[in-house]
């Protein structure tokens, strides 16, 4: 099987009516790891935004029980993404989420940012570490495929434009990453999860830079963490650069990399959609500590 069959496929479909056989393909075929990689960074950059970290730390879901927060999210966008959105586990994936996200007060263009976050990270992942960059039908596929998931979401205001959506990535973020010290605590469980899953917890300190080199600007000082010296950013990009054309070397992968079928920490046994995120009665009590406040 040639590396390039997929792309081969891929340059002969139609990026708005075939979207999802794209991001298919791209996920689980041409990019698994890089996209798991550029997703945790996706939302990541999310607890940058006070608003958000605030309401994280407020329900104690990040903070108290990081792995499972971190599992749910991922299994829930891999059950829509791997089987379908008009799937029957496609449905009930974005049932469940639409639950979850409306137990809590968040406004519309929070959830945009979190959406534009899904488009534009995992471009510009591939760009700088994956084994090739994304051609345009992939990146406009990404756009189509989350524009048709933010709007079963009822998301208003999507932009109509793979470029009007990457405006709006860029200003909301110089608008609003600023320092807040729930950031810093949201920021700092999600570090010690990330290491967590490489190390243990005596070696975090040796691990933190490398993590924090990957980090632009905003994002470090957003979060209150230690900026890295030039030389070490320049090592963990090039490392990551290397990973990616000994990746090239390599043949396509002929079996699709499912999330929905790999162990899992939080569910080593398996899972069914309606136990992930909080439970019921978590949720209405979650819910009711908001309302007073």
Do not use: C
């Not at 081969?8 to 794209?22: A, F, G, N, S, T």
Request: charged share 30%; hydrophobic share 40%.
């Amino acid at each position: 099987m040639s590396r390039f069959s997929n792309l081969d496929e891929i340059r002969r479909l139609d990026p708005e009516k075939d979207h999802q056989r794209i991001v298919y393909l791209d996920t689980v075929f041409e990019f698994p790891w890089d996209t798991t990689r550029s997703l945790e960074f996706a939302l990541f950059r999310t607890y940058a935004v006070p608003r958000s970290s605030e309401l994280l730390v407020h329900t104690g879901e990040l903070e108290h029980r990081t792995q499972k927060r971190y599992d749910d999210t991922v299994l829930i966008l891999a059950e829509i993404l791997e089987y379908g959105y008009d799937s029957e586990r496609g449905r009930a994936a974005l049932r469940r989420m639409n639950q979850q996200h409306g137990t809590y007060p968040i406004d519309n263009e929070e959830f945009l940012y979190v959406l534009t976050t899904f488009v534009f990270e995992p471009v510009r992942w591939m760009e700088r570490f994956a084994w090739r960059p994304m051609i345009e039908q992939e990146k406009l596929a990404l756009y189509y495929y989350w524009r048709e998931l933010g709007k079963r979401m009822a998301i208003k205001n999507i932009p109509d434009s793979y470029e009007a959506l990457e405006k709006y990535n860029i200003e909301y973020e110089a608008k609003h990453f600023r320092f807040h010290e729930a950031n810093h605590r949201v920021g700092r469980a999600t570090v010690n999860l990330m290491l967590g899953w490489y190390l243990p917890r005596f070696l975090y300190g040796l691990g933190e830079p490398f993590l924090f080199a990957m980090m632009d600007d905003p994002l470090i000082e957003a979060f209150d963490f230690p900026k890295q010296a030039p030389w070490l950013r320049k090592f963990v990009a090039s490392a990551l650069s290397l990973r990616g054309k000994l990746v090239r070397l390599l043949p396509a992968r002929r079996r699709p990399r499912l999330l929905t079928e790999a162990w899992n920490r939080t569910y080593p046994q398996g899972y069914t959609i309606e136990e992930l995120g909080p439970a019921h009665e978590q949720q209405k009590e979650l819910a009711a500590t908001l309302r007073r406040d």
